[in-house]
């Protein structure tokens, strides 16, 4: 597809568990971003790639959180042992080189019970 | 703090008119800013930007003013449509090599019939 591709959509976790989110991005987007969605929040940035370089990861709550993007295009989040605080929409966006626009998926609803 | 404020939670216009939504922010570093609109269950879908050099951006039925010196901007859409009900981020961001975007809480516009 043409757009940012974000798996799975929904995610239940048991406080404790471990889970991984996938973001496949639009097709030659240097940039990857990782963003966090309380509820009735705007979106808050996690962590940057460009390509497969981790040049910014200080958005990441805690050291449970971890992202990877080890060939420069899909990029997973992990999220060790959940908390409920834990829960809420991961969004992740791309772009282009040299562009101030990203464009997002349609994000990972994650509820921590 | 919150850089980037959208004070209003909700609007409600008549189909026919203009929406007016608003936006200030605080940190004078912001030099790009950017309108997206939400759908539920969706990803924020780009809209419209301005870049700090300009006070208008005009897109169809969109425009973006920035006023710099009172660090706001707002967003007009004339005429309102039913379609355009969702809810309305506003977001910045500085000129510091990559563009990490700051949102703000959002504004949920309902165009009504």
């Known amino acids: 597809g043409a757009g940012v591709s974000q798996s799975p959509r929904y995610k239940v976790a048991k406080r404790g568990q471990d889970v991984a989110l996938r973001c496949d991005p639009i097709s030659g987007h240097v940039s990857l971003f990782w963003y966090q969605q309380a509820l009735g929040q705007g979106p808050e940035f996690l962590t940057y790639?460009?390509?497969?370089?981790?040049?910014?990861k200080s958005g990441l709550p805690s050291d449970r959180f971890f992202a990877e993007r080890p060939e420069g295009s899909v990029s997973t989040l992990k999220i060790q042992r959940t908390q409920q605080e834990d829960s809420a929409v991961y969004l992740c966006a791309s772009s282009g080189t040299g562009q101030n626009i990203q464009y997002f998926g349609a994000g990972t609803r994650l509820s921590v019970l | 703090d919150q850089q980037v404020k959208q004070n209003s939670p909700s609007l409600s216009v008549q189909e026919g008119r203009i929406s007016i939504l608003n936006c200030d922010y605080t940190?004078?570093?912001?030099?790009?800013f950017l309108w997206y609109k939400k759908y539920p269950a969706e990803g924020p879908t780009f809209l419209i930007s301005i870049s700090s050099i300009k006070d208008k951006n005009e897109d169809g039925r969109f425009t973006v003013f920035l006023n710099k010196s009172a660090k706001h901007l707002s967003l007009h859409i004339v005429p309102s449509q039913p379609g355009d009900s969702a809810v309305y981020f506003c977001a910045a961001s500085a000129n510091s090599g990559y563009s990490t975007l700051t949102f703000g809480k959002g504004t949920m516009l309902l165009v009504s019939p």
């Open positions: 940190n004078s570093m912001f030099d790009y």
């Open positions: 790639f460009q390509n497969e370089a981790q040049l910014d």
